[in-house]
């Protein structure tokens, strides 16, 4: 029996301009199980970050999701245009109804050196790993007017072990987790529940074939992670399953050695 609990739900989804990324995964489990979907592209990062490595298509987005029978739309937005936040609830509420579903999935990444380190990537990576993240959601939950709603962050276990190489990436995305519980405890009064999924290293394109070979003796499970795994646990987040479920970061890595 297919499940269909987020039938007249909204959901939006940022960061989903890339066909084999997790949003757009996130974007197609929450059309799957009913919802309505509004999500975020922003090309001029994805053509810098990872020209080679992915599909990117909105439209081609549009179209599976329209196949399960629900509202679709987009835009390409530069999050760290903040003051431009109202004005897109604004568009999400017409195009696809009052929203109460918000994954912050987009990201900004930049392999660095310690020593390369300025003010200027760290800003870049603040600017939307946590300044857009904490405003997104703040705007949501000042328009929320339902019952129940779902916030949910994306991490990468910056707490479970060291990053070498992105230093203001994990700086920015580990604070993630503390907004995720701080944050829980805000707007629990609001009915809306707050959580993080780490979903581990998980192939988005960018792994290369020895990069695979290296990481997949450290996946007990046997395979290496795939963006259905992180997009499969974000949608029952926003299930009323999931209702009692807030300020958890869940580290969903299969299992993922780090020694």
């Not at 999400?92 to 579903?101: F, T």
Request: proline share 3%.
């Amino acid at each position: 029996m297919t499940d269909r609990s987020l039938i007249g739900k909204t959901a939006i989804v940022t960061g989903a301009g890339r066909l084999n990324g997790i949003g757009a995964a996130t974007c197609i489990q929450l059309a799957e199980k009913g919802a309505h979907v509004f999500f975020t592209t922003w090309g001029v990062y994805d053509k810098e970050f990872h020209e080679g490595n992915h599909e990117s298509d909105a439209e081609k987005l549009l179209a599976k999701l329209r196949e399960y029978g629900v509202k679709a739309s987009y835009e390409e937005i530069d999050l760290t245009k903040t003051a431009e936040f109202p004005r897109l609830f604004t568009k999400v509420i017409e195009k696809a109804g009052q929203p109460s579903i918000l994954v912050n999935n987009a990201c900004y990444s930049q392999n660095h050196s310690w020593e390369e380190l300025t003010a200027d990537v760290l800003d870049r990576h603040y600017e939307i790993n946590l300044r857009a993240t904490t405003l997104l959601s703040i705007e949501f939950a000042k328009c929320f007017a339902g019952k129940k709603g779902s916030i949910i962050h994306l991490t990468s276990g910056q707490s479970k072990g060291p990053m070498v190489g992105e230093l203001a990436y994990a700086a920015t995305k580990g604070a993630i987790e503390a907004l995720t519980v701080t944050m829980a405890a805000e707007l629990g009064n609001k009915g809306i529940t707050v959580n993080a999924v780490n979903p581990g290293p998980t192939d988005t394109g960018w792994m290369t074939e020895d990069l695979q070979r290296v990481l997949l003796p450290k996946f007990p499970l046997g395979r290496i992670g795939k963006p259905e795994d992180a997009a499969k646990l974000i949608a029952f987040l926003a299930s009323p399953e999931a209702e009692w479920i807030t300020g958890q970061v869940i580290h969903s890595e299969g299992g993922f050695l780090r020694q």
